[in-house]
């Protein structure tokens, strides 16, 4: 698939930042988690309106919030339901529709009631949330070889996801996905790995697609959740929140601003940050942090070279002790 740009960003999504007391902590957030830069994935509980009937036959959406920031996760979400609920419930009765295209603290409003045992979409909507942290987003991108690019990541993140809600018994039947790359060459991968599932791939699908537009939000707000507890390892109590950082986009001043200030001369940051991204790498340069090694191929690198040939060369030879912590004190000195 076509490799898009990582740090391209919307103005949109940075005026859509949800402002700190807006920000609802679903039980998609692991703190501990999410703190040590680990991925992971979380699932709801199968809704009753789905477990009590098998053989109903549901609708899933797909989405993700969170690909083009320096900052935080990239979340997967997705939403499934029982297809004669499917826009009855999301679209007219909760007026699901892009994430981008609600306030904050209407989505904040909406993701909690699908955590409220007492509300229609509790019982009824089943959802998960992929959290693809940022120190594995760029791991995978800056591997020396093999390179795992951003597309295959969210590739095999939405294949995970939607096997997974297959293997726990629900009767998927129609898929519903937004777009990363072309459309058919997404759907064409997908159609051959869930050849009994009728898939969708568009572009827009979270404004199209109820199920699509409720996995958009479940992705947004578990983001937004991460982002705030990412930055309780930096803020004071009176320090205001996540707004020291904006938005994590790069085109945000404000999250520049804050990775310029808080750069660690040697590590650089912590693991809210992706390395890989073009942002990170230019103040990295800039500020003069140390260089990367370049290591030999395995197949080139003779079996008796010392690790100390990685760095000295293979024609520099001496006593590596001596030349490790100085020189040698020889007899005429005393």
């Not at 603290?105 to 942290?133: H, I, Y």
């Not at 990541?153 to 990363?180: F, K, P």
Request: glycine share 8%; with cysteine.
């Amino acid at each position: 698939m076509e490799d898009l740009p990582e740090d391209q960003s919307e103005s949109q999504d940075i005026a859509q930042e949800t402002p700190v007391e807006d920000v609802f902590i679903p039980p998609s957030i692991d703190k501990t988690r999410v703190l040590s830069g680990e991925s992971y994935t979380y699932h709801s509980n199968i809704p009753h309106g789905t477990s009590s009937d098998p053989t109903a036959e549901c609708v899933l959406g797909v989405d993700e919030a969170g690909r083009g920031p320096v900052l935080g996760p990239m979340v997967y979400g997705l939403c499934y339901l029982p297809l004669k609920l499917h826009h009855s419930l999301l679209a007219e009765q909760h007026h699901f529709d892009d994430s981008k295209a609600l306030t904050p603290a209407v989505r904040s409003n909406l993701m909690e009631k699908m955590c409220s045992a007492d509300c229609d979409l509790f019982q009824n909507c089943g959802w998960a949330t992929r959290t693809m942290s940022a120190r594995d987003i760029s791991a995978g991108q800056l591997r020396p070889t093999g390179t795992y690019n951003l597309n295959a990541q969210a590739m095999d993140a939405t294949i995970d996801l939607i096997q997974e809600v297959l293997d726990s018994g629900v009767n998927i039947r129609e898929v519903y996905i937004d777009t990363i790359g072309r459309p058919e060459t997404y759907q064409k991968k997908l159609e051959h790995i869930f050849p009994a599932l009728s898939i969708t791939v568009a572009k827009k699908a979270d404004s199209l697609y109820p199920c699509v537009s409720a996995a958009s939000v479940c992705a947004k707000v578990t983001r937004d959740a991460a982002l705030e507890v990412l930055y309780t390892a930096y803020a004071s109590p009176d320090d205001g929140g996540q707004v020291a950082w904006g938005s994590g986009y790069p085109s945000d001043s404000r999250c520049t601003n804050w990775m310029k200030g808080n750069m660690h001369p040697l590590f650089g940051w912590g693991s809210e940050a992706r390395f890989s991204w073009g942002t990170a790498k230019e103040m990295l340069e800039a500020r003069g942090a140390p260089c990367r090694a370049d290591w030999p191929d395995v197949d080139d690198r003779d079996d008796n070279m010392k690790l100390t040939g990685f760095f000295m060369g293979e024609e520099e030879k001496g006593d590596e002790l001596a030349d490790w912590f100085g020189k040698r004190v020889t007899e005429e000195v005393f």
